[in-house]
DNA sequence: TTCTAGTTTATAATTATTCTAAACTAGAAA
DNA sequence: TTTCTAGTTTAGAATAATTATAAACTAGAA
């Protein structure tokens, strides 16, 4: 029961913390974003989809792009990097690498720990390194 | 003299391993695309102003699409990783890697010796790495 | 030189995203 | 609790990148 609490605090503080006033449609993007057992990849769309096809009332497409673009800016969601028309996120904020494949276009993770680097450049005058992260391009 | 020579059966070449016919239209944007000092990166969109800016007689968008494609399937160009909206190219197919700027959302080339790695995963089952990029997000 | 499969083109269609302005609401203040 | 307003949601329009279409054109084999 108090996980239940903790949880809608856990949303409620997301939101704020995105300088977003709690809504109901934002708590229940923040619901199907936050509330899982394991990270993902999704888009606006799949996202839309997701919220939808649970028989809840559906949420205006705008919303949805205001709020992922804001939990991004707040840096509770990472937006993936790919050579697609389109943006991909991702709830798994930890710092991870990815496999692309060439043919399916398909993104899945790599565990931080299954790569090492043992030299990084330093970042540009006046810039800082916010993260770094490898693409290991596949193909059949 | 035999310079240029060269440099137009390597367009030739380049284009009949694309599988492509070497027409005026792709020979034109082959040109702009590889005959230069320096690699470079671009959307369809500045190329296409960089062929009609030097005052040839423009080329249909759908010309420079499919070409810029074909190019990319046969190894001559490389698609960027990015988190834009639209597609971006890079001429310089070598192994190397990239600072991205998560505030002006500009890409800039790591030099290859830059970087190190000391661990790598290996490819799932099926698939083999056909390459490896680094991607160093910066902020100021 | 002829012929045809492949190519180019303008334009329409599609898709992702952003904009707009009118209707609605969270939550501070009375 | 009610009122009020700044912030929010929404449908639909606008924009931008890309892909599809089908008619006119052309490289290059025969």
């Given amino acids: ?3 239940f ?6 949303i409620i503080n997301k939101l704020r913390g995105s300088g977003l006033r709690p809504t109901k449609q934002r708590i ?3 619901k199907n974003l936050f509330e899982n057992n394991r ?11 997701k919220i939808s096809k649970k028989g ?3 949420i205006s497409l705008a919303t949805i792009y205001n709020t992922v673009e804001a939990f991004t800016e707040a840096g ?3 937006e ?5 028309n389109k943006s991909y996120y991702d709830t798994n ?3 991870h690498h990815h496999f692309y494949d060439e043919g399916t276009k398909e993104l899945t993770d790599i565990n931080y720990n299954q790569v090492k680097l043992s030299k990084v450049p330093m970042a540009p005058k006046g810039k800082k390194i916010k993260n770094l992260e490898v693409v290991i391009r596949i193909q059949k």
């Fill in 80 to 84: 993936i990097l790919t050579s697609k």
């Fill in 93 to 95: 904020i930890k710092s």
């Fill in 5 to 10: 609490i903790n949880q809608k605090n856990d």
């Fill in 76 to 78: 509770y969601l990472k």
């Fill in 28 to 30: 229940l993007i923040a």
């Fill in 1 to 3: 029961m108090t996980k």
């Fill in 39 to 49: 990270t993902f990849h999704f888009t606006i769309d799949s996202l839309n989809k």
């Fill in 56 to 58: 809840n009332e559906k």
